[in-house]
Every structure is written in C-alpha cells, then in structure tokens.
C-alpha cells in the first residue's frame, strides 16, 4: 500500500481528470459506491474458486459478526449499488466509478496490495456496439495522450451453455496431463477448469498453450456478436488480435472479454482489461441483464503514461508575493486575494512567515513560481510592485499597483502560449 505523494499526485490528478472527461463525453455518469460490501457479494460474483475470492480478499467480521470484505473489484459493488437503487428497472445506464481496490497479492513492481482503478460499466446493453465504444473509448484515452506500446487482444468465452461443453474437453485434457500440474491446477481441474488457463505460474504455459480453445466451442449466437464486435473495431480502425487463450480472472464473464497490455512495464502487463458479464445481475438476485464493462490499473495507466514521455502540465504557482518591511504585509494580503478574483486561474503564493527580502527570494525560487512579485515600503508608498522573472533572464520590473492585473494577464498568456 503506497502514500501518493504531492510531485505524483500531479500527474494522478491529470490523467484521472482526462479519463473522465473523456468517459462523460461518452455519456457515462458517476457512481460512487462504498469500499465494504458484504463478503458474499464477492464470493457470489467473482466466483469461489478463484484467486481473489481464494487467496485475495482482505475480509473481517464487524462488531455485529457480519463478515465483511474491502472491494477487490468495482464490476460487483456497482451492479449491487443498481439493484438495490432501483437502477436497473426498464433501465440502462451507463456508469463510471473511481477509487482504491484491495488484494492481498505478492507485492511487486506494478502489483500493490491497495491499488487504484477506474472503472466503466455499461448495464442493460447487448452488444457488441457498446462492447466496441468502450474499446473504441479506450483507445481515444491512449491516443489522447500519446499512450503507445498497448496491444488490445479480444477473446470469446460464449455463453454458459456453450462453455459447459468446452469445460468438459478442458477437464478431459488436463486430466490427460495431470501429473504435470501445479497444486492450483489440480484443485480447480474438476471446479473450475477454466481457471487453469488463467495462471500466473509460468511452469503451466506450455499447458496451457497446448489446451483447446473455446472460440472452437462458440454457440453461433456468441460467435455472430464476436464476429459484430470485430467488424466495429475494424471500422474505427482499432487494431487487435485475437487471443483465443485470454479468460480473464474472474468467473462472472461472458462472450466479450478483451485486455489492453503492454510490454513496457515488465511483467506487470495489462493496463485495462474488461469483458460482457450477462450473467451477473440475475446471480445476484436481479431480473437477467446484459452488462459488459473494463476496469484500468492507474498505477500502471499513469506508469505507462511516463514510460510513453508523457508528462502532466506543470501546476507550479504563477506568482509568489514577497512582502518586505513594516505595513506590507497586510496589503500583499490584500493585494493576492485581488488578483485571484480578477486573473482567471491564476495561481498565487503568498509568503508566509515574514524573513528578509533575501530569505523570500530563496523561497520564490523554491516554490517554481514564474514571478515573484515584490512589495517593499519604498514600492508601498509610491502604490507600485516590482515584477521578477524568476525562469528567465528578463530583468525585473515595476508596475503601478493598479496596472498590476493587467500586467500579469499579459506576461502569464505569454508564458503559456
Ligand atoms: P493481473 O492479470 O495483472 O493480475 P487482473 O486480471 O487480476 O490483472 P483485473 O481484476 O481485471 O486484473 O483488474 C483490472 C486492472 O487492474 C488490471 O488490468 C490492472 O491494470 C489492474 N490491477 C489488478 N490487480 C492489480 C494490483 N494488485 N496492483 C495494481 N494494479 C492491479
Ligand atoms: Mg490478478
């Protein structure tokens, strides 16, 4: 569990304010949901043969002995938040949500165990448009700030019914290979085959490579949608590959599931990753929905986001007031209260703490503000400031107090530009 400390809360700050401008212009809204759900929502969504439900969740009984578990995951708590809000009732919505997940994972570069997601759940649609404008959406937000080295892999994991007869073969074929399986393996071999091929073990790849693919065992009505899907994508010129091995970790998928990856953050790969869950909302008690979704790892987002060049606009301070001598305080006080009622988005700092002129100057410098702006009792009583650049060579200047807005509008639309 990290502290997010103010030099990267600044890029955070931005990526998260372009990801949901760029989710609301899709129509999306927010939802913002608690991070404690009965454990059982979790255990009934995410499914219990599972990494996180297994081995993952950090889970606690309350003062009333109700158990309860930190959300691993969003996808359960959001649909959960529609049902009992009354959401989905001859409805569709379209949602984002934001905010810390919990796992109980081996930490690594790329792998916390409190970690950030943002999340868009679209409830009520069948697809495949709105499984190809989320994509598509994702694919605007890479493009939007210059995100490079993703591939977007898509798979299909039918519907039940058609993964029943694929569950089979699959359980057919480890069983062909048991004794080379690892102790998660051969525990999920007869509950949850499918799990196998989602292992992180890399002694299980050659296994699984070699195991049948369930785009072989696709009812027809799921291989239309997948076929729906990819004629989308095509269209808007999103690039993807097919990969007939992506199941994804988590048992409430159906048809669409797809991961965004990349191989510039090591081992710690995919950076958004999502799927249609048809079933969900009927397992959890509600009327049978089509629902499909993706949820992105900020931390990786905002990792790739500099490994890619990327960096967050600067929101260092404009102006840093300095005010020397007896009386100025009080109308440098003045005086930066002024200008941030009449400079749009000007950001000013105002010295705090008296000390010399020369101790001030050493904080303006510090702050990385543009300017430092300078009253003293000679500039008080003549009613100007004097203007330093403190990023360039410029010389210092001084303007009559009642100039001074102005003359800054000037000189900041300049910087800027
Ligand atoms: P992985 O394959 O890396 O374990 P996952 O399939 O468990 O990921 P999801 O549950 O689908 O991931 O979560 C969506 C996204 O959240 C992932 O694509 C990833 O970017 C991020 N993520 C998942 N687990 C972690 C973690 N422990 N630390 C940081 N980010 C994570
Ligand atoms: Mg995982």
Same mark, same amino acid.
């Given at each position: 569990?990290?502290?997010?400390? +103010?030099?990267?809360?600044?890029?955070?700050?931005?990526?998260?304010?372009?990801?949901?401008?760029?989710?609301?212009?899709?129509?999306?809204?927010?939802?913002?949901?608690?991070?404690?759900?009965?454990?059982?929502?979790?255990?009934?969504?995410?499914?219990?043969?599972?990494?996180?439900?297994? =081995?993952?969740?950090?889970?606690?009984?309350?003062?009333?002995?109700?158990?309860?578990?930190?959300?691993?995951?969003?996808?359960?708590?959001?649909?959960?938040?529609?049902?009992?809000?009354?959401?989905?009732?001859?409805?569709?919505?379209?949602?984002?949500?934001?905010?810390?997940? *919990?796992?109980?994972?081996?930490?690594? #570069?790329?792998?916390?165990?409190? *970690?950030?997601?943002?999340?868009?759940?679209?409830?009520?649609?069948?697809? +495949?448009?709105?499984?190809?404008?989320?994509?598509?959406?994702?694919?605007?937000?890479?493009?939007? &700030?210059?995100?490079?080295?993703?591939?977007?892999?898509?798979?299909?994991?039918?519907? +039940?019914?058609?993964?029943?007869?694929?569950?089979?073969?699959?359980?057919?074929? *480890?069983?062909?290979?048991?004794?080379?399986?690892?102790?998660?393996?051969?525990?999920?071999?007869?509950?949850? +085959?499918?799990?196998? !091929?989602?292992? #992180?073990?890399?002694?299980?790849?050659?296994?699984? %490579?070699?195991?049948?693919?369930?785009?072989?065992?696709?009812?027809?009505?799921?291989?239309?949608?997948?076929?729906?899907?990819?004629?989308?994508?095509?269209?808007?010129?999103?690039? $993807?590959?097919?990969?007939?091995?992506?199941?994804?970790?988590?048992?409430?998928?159906?048809?669409?599931? $797809?991961?965004?990856?990349?191989?510039?953050?090591?081992?710690?790969?995919?950076?958004?990753?999502?799927?249609?869950?048809?079933?969900?909302?009927? =397992?959890?008690?509600?009327?049978?929905?089509?629902?499909?979704?993706?949820?992105?790892?900020?931390?990786?987002?905002?990792?790739? $986001?500099?490994?890619?060049?990327?960096?967050?606009?600067?929101?260092?301070?404009?102006?840093?007031?300095?005010?020397?001598?007896?009386?100025?305080?009080?109308?440098?006080?003045?005086?930066?209260?002024?200008?941030?009622?009449?400079?749009?988005?000007?950001?000013?700092?105002?010295?705090?703490?008296?000390?010399?002129? =020369?101790?001030?100057?050493?904080?303006?410098?510090?702050?990385?503000?543009?300017?430092? !702006?300078? &009253?003293?009792?000679?500039?008080?009583?003549?009613?100007?400031?004097?203007?330093?650049?403190?990023?360039?060579? %410029?010389?210092?200047?001084?303007?009559? &107090?009642?100039? !001074?807005?102005?003359?800054?509008?000037?000189?900041?639309?300049?910087?800027?530009?």
């Amino acid at each position: 569990m990290n502290d997010l400390l +103010p030099e990267d809360s600044v890029r955070w700050q931005y990526l998260e304010s372009v990801v949901r401008e760029i989710v609301q212009s899709y129509g999306y809204s927010e939802i913002r949901v608690p991070l404690l759900e009965y454990t059982e929502l979790f255990q009934r969504s995410i499914g219990e043969v599972t990494d996180i439900v297994e =081995k993952e969740m950090y889970t606690f009984q309350d003062r009333n002995g109700e158990s309860l578990t930190l959300r691993p995951e969003a996808t359960a708590s959001v649909v959960r938040a529609g049902m009992t809000n009354g959401l989905l009732h001859n409805q569709r919505q379209k949602l984002w949500t934001a905010g810390p997940m *919990f796992r109980y994972e081996k930490p690594q #570069k790329g792998r916390y165990r409190q *970690f950030h997601q943002f999340d868009v759940e679209a409830l009520g649609y069948e697809g +495949p448009d709105v499984d190809a404008e989320l994509i598509i959406m994702s694919a605007r937000l890479w493009k939007r &700030l210059g995100i490079s080295r993703l591939e977007l892999q898509i798979n299909s994991l039918g519907t +039940p019914e058609s993964r029943q007869r694929y569950r089979d073969e699959l359980i057919e074929y *480890f069983n062909g290979v048991k004794s080379q399986l690892d102790e998660d393996s051969i525990r999920r071999l007869e509950q949850n +085959p499918l799990r196998i !091929l989602d292992s #992180k073990n890399p002694e299980m790849r050659a296994i699984v %490579e070699a195991a049948p693919v369930m785009l072989d065992y696709l009812d027809e009505a799921s291989a239309e949608h997948f076929r729906g899907l990819r004629a989308l994508l095509d269209a808007a010129d999103v690039t $993807f590959t097919v990969n007939p091995r992506l199941v994804r970790g988590l048992d409430y998928y159906s048809r669409t599931v $797809f991961e965004w990856v990349t191989d510039a953050l090591g081992s710690q790969g995919a950076v958004c990753s999502g799927g249609r869950y048809d079933g969900l909302v009927e =397992k959890l008690g509600g009327r049978p929905t089509p629902a499909v979704g993706w949820a992105m790892g900020i931390e990786r987002f905002v990792a790739l $986001f500099q490994a890619c060049g990327g960096d967050a606009p600067s929101q260092n301070a404009d102006v840093y007031v300095a005010a020397v001598g007896q009386g100025t305080q009080e109308r440098a006080f003045a005086l930066a209260e002024e200008l941030r009622d009449t400079v749009a988005d000007i950001r000013v700092e105002m010295n705090l703490g008296g000390g010399s002129f =020369k101790s001030q100057m050493k904080r303006a410098d510090k702050s990385n503000a543009t300017y430092a !702006l300078i &009253l003293g009792e000679q500039e008080l009583a003549e009613g100007r400031i004097g203007i330093k650049p403190l990023r360039s060579d %410029e010389k210092q200047e001084s303007v009559a &107090l009642v100039d !001074l807005g102005a003359a800054l509008k000037d000189r900041l639309n300049q910087t800027t530009e």
